[in-house]
């Protein structure tokens, strides 16, 4: 197997990409892998080495070193071509995808690849796009944009950014208006504070929105937060963050989490999209699972137990 690996320079910590970059060169002397080393600086050129890469044939790994949104771009293209594998060395600012394993440290360790296996998850569909990892929208997503736009600023830090962010979002606290299909059910109108839409379990670097989702149950797990008063939301917010809200009976009344494989969504206009930490705007979103359809090469050490497809008729 051939092994493809493309370095964000944009991602996370310049410092640590640059680390990973000489380790991988020095393992490649080392062993002899066959390995290629890609610096990229945007999504264009790391679509275009994939393609050439992947399009010659024969199996390939495609490593997304970087964070999600680095991740979820890999996916999008590597997907395209049967004989392909991804796989993450996690050097981003959120990376929440590797946070759904235990033994997180592997993942950051050149040599554990090669001796790693590969398992497939999940994906989502959206639109003409790929989900790996959660698709918010409401405050999440509106928090993510407000972060953006504050990390352009040099002396603001990620934390900080993202701080700031949720402080902003809280003030202007925008709702979401949505009418939802789920499966087969009827159409029903809400109004939310937010959507999590996930395959994996967190977002917003570190939030466990979706805590009983799996990553190859064949379904992915969705969260309406209904559109509560800003000190209800703030009461409500630390069982949030740690997922542990679906067993607060005082929460009962907020959150509705089901299991799924199929989310029709319609939005009275234009609404912004957060998929993988990347905004989109649409009037309507169609979200499907695709069962297993991601083949994910887990690095040495790190350990993984197949799930049982679960029933989606099963209201949690």
């Known amino acids: 197997m051939k092994y493809l690996f493309i370095l964000n320079q944009q991602a996370g910590n310049a410092r640590a990409t640059a680390k990973l970059e000489a380790e991988l060169r020095a393992l490649r002397e080392a062993q002899g892998l066959n390995y290629e080393l890609c610096p990229t600086s945007t999504p264009e050129e790391a679509a275009h080495l994939i393609r050439r890469t992947c399009g010659n044939g024969g199996e390939v790994c495609v490593v997304a070193c970087g964070g999600d949104g680095t991740f979820s771009g890999t996916v999008n293209v590597a997907a395209e071509f049967p004989g392909a594998a991804v796989a993450l060395m996690p050097v981003g600012t959120g990376n929440d995808f590797v946070r759904n394993f235990a033994c997180r440290d592997a993942f950051l360790d050149p040599s554990a690849l090669p001796e790693g296996r590969i398992v497939e998850f999940d994906l989502l569909r959206c639109g003409d796009r790929l989900c790996t990892n959660m698709i918010n929208i409401g405050f999440d997503c509106e928090t993510a944009k407000q972060a953006a736009k504050l990390r352009r600023n040099p002396v603001m ?21 949505v009418t939802a299909s789920i499966d087969d059910e009827p159409h029903a109108e809400h109004q939310l ?49 740690d997922g542990s809200y679906l067993e607060k009976k005082t929460a009962a009344d907020v959150f509705n989490y089901r299991k799924c494989r199929r989310l029709d969504l319609q939005f009275p206009g234009m609404q912004s999209i957060c998929v993988d930490g990347d905004i989109i705007e ?24 197949e799930a049982a497809v679960c029933d989606p008729a099963c209201t949690l």
Not at 212 to 238: I, P
Not at 289 to 302: D, E, S, W
């Open 157 to 177: 830090g990620e934390k900080l950014a993202y701080i700031s962010g949720v402080a902003i979002t809280l003030v202007r606290k925008p709702g979401v208006t």
């Open 193 to 241: 504070l937010l959507i999590a839409i996930a395959n994996g379990a967190f977002c917003g670097g570190g939030f466990r929105a979706a805590p009983r989702s799996c990553l190859d149950d064949g379904l992915m797990d969705v969260c309406m937060v209904n559109n509560v008063s800003r000190t209800r939301f703030l009461t409500l917010a630390s069982c949030y963050r």
């Open 282 to 305: 649409a009037e309507q979103l169609t979200v499907e699972v695709l069962p297993r359809a991601m083949r994910f090469v887990l690095p040495r050490g790190v350990e993984w137990k």
